[in-house]
């Protein structure tokens, strides 16, 4: 019933147009056909009255010679024809209705006539209607003549009716009763004068009038093709007790085209005046208007079925939405019925309307207890009235509301509840419902309580164990102190005896070199003292330097200076060592005016250093390049290249590391370990890199950078951030 | 004998006086005649409902009495007694659309034309026989024109099979086509113009071509040259202003005038 009562608009409204399409079409074509049989009365009638009409027409001129004949019966003066045939002449200057007057014996010989040339023509007088009667002279019509008169014509019968492009006559006869012997006087019909007269009225395209002799004999007919003579519709006509003075009907003409037809039968005379009327002509006026109203009709019902097509478009339409509506309405019911949340809807004035089973389950209370309620019945007392109020605030504000609020159970537990309530506003922006959405956190609560409480616990044991790893940390670095405040202290106290034992071990190797006798083997040992001692003083020097370095006690003196006099220099220092060891220098400067900001005395030492290690483990008459330019924007390098030995690769990232050696140079040994750490140092102490690598032909290469602009004191702490702990 | 002389020389005007010209006699009487045929449609017809005429030659007629400033009078003639009439002085000047014929101008003196017609026939509606001009002379039609007038020279003349049927009166012929008796009868183009307008049994038969041209003009009786002078100044006179073709166009007759 639901399904029938929603679709019913759209089908009255079908069945209504229907209806409306049906009923019009049917007034339409009873209208229209009532109309035509209308149209056919109406010709049919104006049919007889032109039947009527044209008897009249045909009777007095009939009547005209009727009494023409009483005339000349007074007149006649059988042995005179030339007076005879005046007298007749006479009579013919009005009358245009009759070719010729003539009068004949009794035996049908003309004798007189108005045409000289009908003399001694006979007449024929046994076809003549009526039949002759010893009791009535009247008028009696002749079967048709072909020809113009007598003279020159034949009788026609329905066996040898008339030619079609013959002119033809009737004649017309009526006795003469004279005072001799009777008379005959024959006129000649003009069928033309009525032809003429008939086709005025009705054109040939309109119809057709015939004239008939009573005994269906066609005695002319206004259409060419109907021969005067032939044998008419016997069945127009009755005849006997059945006849009628006039008529009408409606059927197939002769050649076969509908006609309307009506009759008159002569009041005196044996003719019948019979009208034909094309039905298509007669009808062509009403076929021309049930056209246009057909297509008036077509083209308003097609309109209209236009409009009901779009209307029904749209009650569909409005249908489907209604429906989609309903469909909408019965998901969000089944949703509210089985959300997992709470759902409570209440009026604007905060009155429970409805709420969910889930809500029934949370709260403890039935639709029952809460349905016409306000909200205020689950209030748990723990907020106060700012509490309510904000949340008020904020739903009038934004329309809705999200928080944590405390409400009491039926049971009276007090629960925690994620709400979410939304304003819903009608069309006309005002708030007509609230929608109420809770959440049951009293769990996550306490799960949340109890992580808290972990998680407090932690912080407690990371805080106890960050507090020993300090101390461990501040122990490690107050060690590592310690351990550089004792390198240093111990390099500086063992520099002051290391002093006297070179200066003493030079004054022995003096002394011993002035002495001759048998002083060579102590001047050897002194020299072997002083030797020794030298490269203990060096190791001292790397060691102070080193822990100088790392505890930040070292001053650089960081100026601008070009790099080829640097280079220069320290080549030159180290030109007697690679003179003897039969090595090459070359000075490649890519930038030969470069120059970069540094602390010269100890740049230098890192150059030298790293010269001097080149020499010392390239292989001998070798070559070592030094190159230096700019490597990138506002930083130039110098780079040592030498074809020795090289680095193992497990050896480049640790060969900066304090007393490391490079696997493939500790062969050479009479090294400290210490030289590459302190050029990273100082390296990094000016704020530039050093790192080394293997040359693609053999042998290792040395690079550092430096600033070629002043570097900032930014730029100094970061590339010393990156060096290694020391510890 | 010098007095006697001198007497003879006064009298010798007065003697030439003795026949005066019909413009002479019309400006001494102050009277215009003229002969027309009342039953000439467009030319010279007698309205039988207000018995007034009407037509390009009564309209001409009334202009030459107008520039002779005289009074017109109408005399009713015909074809048949037009030749007597105008040499009988029974009027000054006939003004009816006369063709100019051969057996005419025996008799009368014609102005220059000023109509030109060919000749058509009259058929009733309902003739099975006459369908074009060529079914006319036919053996067993029967062609009827009016005596005296140009279509009965003309006719006779140049009908071959046909049968022709003189009639007295224009009336008679046409009765006789109407009566079936005749087949046609022979007119010119106002008067066929009559036939369709005024009857509903008329059919006209056009000639398919140029068949007998036929000018009209005004006749006057010959040897009297200033009369004939005068007439022809004025029939220049209404061609050249415009007034004859005001009036051939009045009564529809502009197919047929002769305009130089």
Redesign the interface.
């Given at each position: 019933m639901p399904a029938l009562h929603k679709s019913k608009p759209s089908r009255v409204l079908v069945a209504l147009l229907l209806l409306f399409s049906l009923g019009t079409l049917v007034t339409t074509v009873t209208t229209m056909w009532r109309l035509k049989f209308e149209v056919i009365a109406h010709q049919l009638n104006q049919a007889s009255v032109q039947a009527q009409a044209f008897d009249d027409a045909l009777v007095q001129p009939l009547t005209l010679i009727d009494l023409s004949g009483h005339d000349i019966d007074d007149d006649l003066d059988r042995d005179n024809p030339e007076r005879l045939a005046t007298k007749l002449a006479q009579v013919?200057?009005h009358?245009?209705?009759?070719?010729?007057l003539s009068l004949a014996t009794p035996d049908g010989r003309i004798f007189a006539s108005s045409?000289a040339a009908n003399i001694d023509h006979m007449l024929d007088l046994q076809s003549p209607q009526p039949e002759a009667s010893a009791a009535s002279d009247g008028l009696r019509i002749g079967m048709p003549w072909q020809g113009?008169?007598f003279a020159?014509g034949r009788p026609t019968s329905p066996e040898q009716p008339a030619a079609?492009?013959?002119?033809g006559?009737v004649p017309v006869l009526r006795k003469l009763p004279t005072r001799r012997a009777p008379v005959i006087l024959a006129a000649a019909l003009?069928?033309?004068?009525f032809?003429?007269?008939y086709?005025?009225q009705i054109s040939p395209v309109q119809g057709r009038v015939d004239v008939v002799r009573l005994d269906n004999v066609l005695l002319f007919s206004?259409r060419?093709d109907f021969a005067p003579g032939s044998r008419y519709d016997a069945t127009l006509v009755a005849s006997g007790e059945h006849a009628q003075e006039s008529g009408t009907r409606t059927g197939d003409g002769k050649d076969g085209v509908p006609v309307l037809t009506a009759y008159r039968v002569s009041r005196n005379f044996p003719l019948v005046t019979v009208v034909h009327i094309n039905q298509n002509f007669a009808l062509a006026k009403w076929l021309a208007e049930t056209r246009t109203v057909a297509s008036v009709v077509t083209v308003g019902l097609t309109l209209l079925s236009v409009l009901a097509a779009i209307l029904l478009r749209r009650l569909r339409r409005s249908e489907r939405i209604e429906a989609d509506t309903e469909a909408q309405t019965r998901l969000a019911a089944q949703v509210f019925e089985s959300a997992g949340e709470g759902i409570l809807i209440t009026d604007a004035r905060s009155v429970v309307l409805r709420i969910n089973s889930a809500f029934a389950n949370m709260s403890g209370f039935s639709t029952q207890d809460l349905v016409g309620k306000k909200t205020s019945v689950l209030s748990s007392g723990r907020h106060d009235e700012a509490f309510y109020a904000a949340m008020w605030k904020c739903i009038k504000a934004q329309g809705i509301w999200r928080g944590e609020i405390v409400n009491r159970r039926k049971d009276g537990k007090l629960q925690t509840e994620w709400l979410t309530i939304s304003a819903v506003r009608d069309e006309l922006g005002r708030v007509s419902h609230y929608v109420g959405i809770y959440a049951d956190i009293s769990e996550r609560r306490r799960v949340e309580e109890e992580l808290r409480e972990h998680r407090d616990h932690l912080r407690e044991l990371v805080d106890a164990r960050t507090a020993e790893l300090l101390t461990a940390k501040d122990t490690a670095e107050a060690a590592n102190r310690a351990k550089s405040e004792f390198l240093s202290n111990m390099s500086h106290e063992l520099r002051t005896p290391m002093h006297a034992i070179l200066a003493f071990a030079q004054l022995g190797s003096h002394k011993s070199s002035l002495d001759t006798s048998g002083a060579g083997k102590l001047r050897t040992y002194f020299a072997n003292i002083e030797q020794a001692g030298r490269r203990l003083m060096g190791l001292l020097d790397d060691l102070l330097d080193l822990s100088k370095l790392e505890a930040g006690r070292m001053q650089l003196d960081i100026k601008f200076h070009p790099l080829r006099p640097l280079v220069q220099e320290v080549s030159a220092e180290l030109a007697m060592l690679i003179d003897e060891r039969k090595q090459t220098l070359t000075l490649t400067a890519e930038d030969d005016a470069a120059g970069a900001y540094f602390d010269r005395a100890r740049t230098a030492q890192v150059l030298r250093n790293l010269l001097g290690n080149a020499c010392k483990f390239a292989p001998k008459a070798s070559s070592i390049e030094i190159r230096y330019g700019q490597i990138e924007a506002g930083m130039v390098y110098v780079s040592i290249k030498d074809v020795g030995p090289g680095i193992a690769p497990e050896d480049i990232e640790r060969i900066f590391e304090k007393f490391e050696q490079g696997t493939a140079t500790k062969a050479f040994g009479k090294g400290s370990g210490l030289g590459l750490a302190i050029c990273r140092e100082i390296v990094l102490g000016q704020g530039g890199q050093i790192w080394a690598g293997n040359n693609p032909e053999g042998g290792a290469h040395f690079t550092f950078t430096l600033h070629a602009n002043n570097p900032s004191q930014a730029q100094l702490s970061a590339t010393n951030e990156s060096r290694q702990p020391t510890a | 004998m010098r007095l006697a002389l001198k007497l003879l020389l006064l009298l010798f005007p007065v003697l030439a006086c003795a026949e005066p010209t019909v413009l002479e006699r019309i400006q001494a009487t102050h009277l215009l005649k003229v002969c027309v045929w009342p039953e000439y449609y467009g030319i010279s017809f007698r309205n039988p409902r207000t018995n007034t005429l009407a037509g390009i030659d009564i309209d001409m007629a009334g202009e030459l009495a107008k520039s002779l400033d005289v009074k017109l009078e109408f005399v009713d003639s015909s074809f048949a007694r037009l030749i007597e009439d105008v040499t009988t002085a029974r009027c000054d000047i006939a003004m009816f659309a006369i063709g100019v014929t051969p057996a005419r101008t025996q008799f009368l003196r014609f102005t220059h034309p000023y109509l030109q017609s060919d000749i058509y026939a009259i058929t009733s509606r309902s003739n099975r026989r006459i369908k074009s001009w060529a079914d006319i002379d036919q053996p067993g039609a029967v062609v009827a024109v009016a005596a005296g007038t140009l279509h009965e020279s003309v006719m006779r003349e140049k009908l071959t099979h046909a049968i022709l049927r003189v009639m007295n009166t224009p009336y008679a012929r046409e009765l006789e086509v109407q009566s079936g008796r005749a087949d046609v009868f022979m007119t010119d183009f106002p008067y066929s113009r009559r036939m369709l307008e005024t009857t509903d049994w008329a059919r006209l038969v056009s000639p398919p071509g140029v068949y007998h041209l036929t000018p009209y003009a005004y006749a006057v009786k010959p040897g009297d040259d200033a009369w004939f002078e005068r007439v022809e100044r004025f029939l220049a006179e209404v061609k050249s202003d415009g007034r004859l073709l005001a009036s051939a166009r009045r009564h529809k007759l502009e197919r047929i005038l002769v305009a130089e």
């Open positions: 013919l200057q009358a245009p209705f009759v070719r010729s045409n113009r008169d020159e079609a492009d013959q002119s006559f003009n069928p033309d004068y032809i003429n007269l086709a005025r206004t060419d | -």
